[in-house]
């Protein structure tokens, strides 16, 4: 049986925001100690965020980012996460703790951050039109559309399968989709915006080689 969407909270993502973002791995570096790091976040305007990912920040922007390295400033190889988007899949036929009412909790604090928005009841479209707007918003500060695009549950713990869209830097991929959380619960799915060093895998595959194409994405995004 698929998977429905019961619960969607969003923040859409902005020009500015992908802007800030993409800059991540630029210009001069920033200490690893927690007195450099309070210092740059209070500079752009960002606080650490413990609630809905473990260790990570909420942007001035109000989403969240989370990295694979504590300090995400600058650090051309790390991978770092902008999260846009929680959503929480239901299963009427499955007994696992995907199912769990205190799930419902969780998004309970997505849904009240400031400045998001919740969606219930929803729909995998509602989800699509939140991965649609915020392609929109990479290809304009880019200024060129995704070179794949892939409908695909890779790296989902579990949830419909969604759109993944994959544009490239000379440095970087940037890969827009679903993606399993990492914060204290492991049942829910995000929806990001990731940005990882090319070297996370080879050369990209070609559109045609679905298989290899999912291996790709799953070995930029997943934690």
């Given at each position: 049986m698929p998977t429905r969407v019961h619960v969607l909270a969003r923040r859409p993502l902005t020009p500015e925001a992908i802007a800030e973002f993409v800059a991540l791995s630029t210009g001069p570096p920033v200490g690893d100690d927690f007195e450099a790091l309070d210092a740059e976040l209070a500079r752009r305007g960002w606080d650490w965020e413990h609630e809905?990912?473990?260790?990570?920040?909420?942007?001035?922007?109000?989403h969240v980012l989370c990295s694979d390295d504590r300090n995400p400033f600058w650090q051309t190889d790390a991978r770092s996460f902008l999260v846009f988007g929680?959503?929480?899949?239901?299963?009427?036929?499955?007994?696992?703790?995907?199912?769990?009412?205190?799930?419902?909790?969780?998004?309970?604090?997505?849904?009240?951050?400031?400045?998001?928005?919740?969606?219930?009841?929803?729909t995998e479209q509602d989800c699509e039109a939140t991965l649609a707007q915020a392609a929109q918003?990479?290809?304009?500060?880019?200024?060129?559309?995704?070179?794949?695009?892939?409908?695909?549950?890779?790296?989902?713990?579990?949830?419909?399968?969604?759109?993944?869209?994959?544009?490239?830097?000379?440095?970087?991929?940037?890969?827009?989709?679903?993606?399993a959380d990492n914060g204290p619960y492991g049942y829910l799915t995000h929806l990001q915006l990731s940005?990882?060093?090319?070297s996370c895998a080879p050369e990209l595959p070609p559109a045609a080689d679905e298989k290899a194409l999912e291996a790709w994405i799953t070995a930029h995004i997943d934690w």
């Open positions: 809905l990912v473990c260790d990570s920040f909420r942007t001035k922007h109000g929680e959503l929480y899949p239901f299963d009427e036929h499955d007994d696992s703790m995907a199912n769990a009412p205190w799930l419902r909790g969780q998004m309970d604090l997505w849904c009240g951050t400031t400045g998001w928005e919740r969606r219930e009841p929803c918003a990479v290809t304009g500060h880019l200024g060129a559309g995704p070179e794949r695009t892939l409908l695909s549950d890779a790296a989902v713990v579990t949830g419909p399968a969604m759109t993944h869209r994959v544009w490239r830097t000379p440095t970087h991929a940037l890969v827009l989709g679903p993606a940005l990882t060093p090319l």
